[in-house]
């Protein structure tokens, strides 16, 4: 079975803080995902990787960045986290050289700004 | 940008009975999937229909294509207590190699 594993399922981090939200699949896919979802506005794609090194932005990528070192770990990185990423976050990975393939999904992190 | 949107928002329904939901997209898709979130947890791929495909069964669930429509529709049949979760389907563009975009889902309820 596929699995993705987040770093932590709840966060608490003050306002200015420098967060890092770490992923990692073991399947060896190609194709890795953070979203942030909210309710009443669903999964919003931040950002996403395609391969080692590589990263393009998604919906909403101000406020993040990313790192993908490593082909199975895709960090998500909040500079200066603010109140309003306060969120629930969920990363995700596909096998395939697209990105339209099946996606397999961590457990989420909650994480709440103060 | 394209997005799948279900519909209803929110369904409940007593156990043993059918449910159903609704999906509308606008582009022409390659392929559409379904996902279910139980409460504060990640999202669990259901089923994926291809474009050419008009019909999919999985255990209980039926997934129909209409892509003249534009609409896709999850059937649940016999449903149990333990189906409560959000549904999402999650379409793909026929061109470019853009990523899924995810619908909002709908909340289902199954009560026993």
């Known amino acids: 079975d596929v699995k993705v594993t987040q770093s932590s399922r709840y966060l608490v981090k003050r306002t200015g803080e420098k967060v890092f939200l770490e992923c990692v699949q073991d399947?060896?896919?190609?194709?890795m995902f953070w979203y942030r979802q909210d309710p009443g506005l669903g999964l919003r794609l931040i950002y996403f990787?395609?391969?080692?090194?590589?990263?393009e932005k998604g919906d909403i990528p101000e406020g993040y960045s990313v790192s993908r070192e490593k082909k199975e770990r895709f960090s998500l990185i909040l500079e200066s986290a603010s109140t309003n990423q306060t969120s629930m976050y969920l990363c995700?990975?596909?096998?395939?050289?697209?990105?339209?393939?099946?996606?397999?999904f961590g457990p989420g992190t909650r994480l709440l700004v103060l | 940008s394209q997005q799948g949107e279900e519909d209803p928002q929110a369904l409940s329904i007593q156990e043993g009975e059918n449910a159903t939901m609704n999906c509308s997209y606008k582009?022409?898709?390659?392929?559409l999937q379904w996902y279910r979130q139980n409460s504060g947890r990640g999202l669990v791929h259901l089923i994926l229909?291809?474009?050419?495909?008009r019909e999919k069964h999985s255990g209980r669930l039926r997934v129909t294509l209409d892509t003249s429509k534009k609409s896709s529709s999850l059937l649940i049949t016999a449903s149990r207590a333990a189906d409560t979760a959000s549904y999402f389907c999650?379409?793909?563009?026929?061109?470019?190699?853009?990523?899924?975009?995810f619908g909002k889902g709908t909340r289902l309820s199954v009560i026993a």
């Open positions: 995700a990975s596909s096998p395939g050289t697209g990105a339209r393939e099946t996606q397999y």
């Open positions: 399947m060896d896919h190609e194709n």
């Open positions: 990787s395609y391969d080692v090194k590589m990263k």
């Open positions: 582009t022409s898709i390659n392929n």
């Open positions: 229909i291809r474009s050419n495909e």
């Open positions: 999650a379409t793909d563009a026929s061109t470019g190699n853009t990523p899924l975009v």
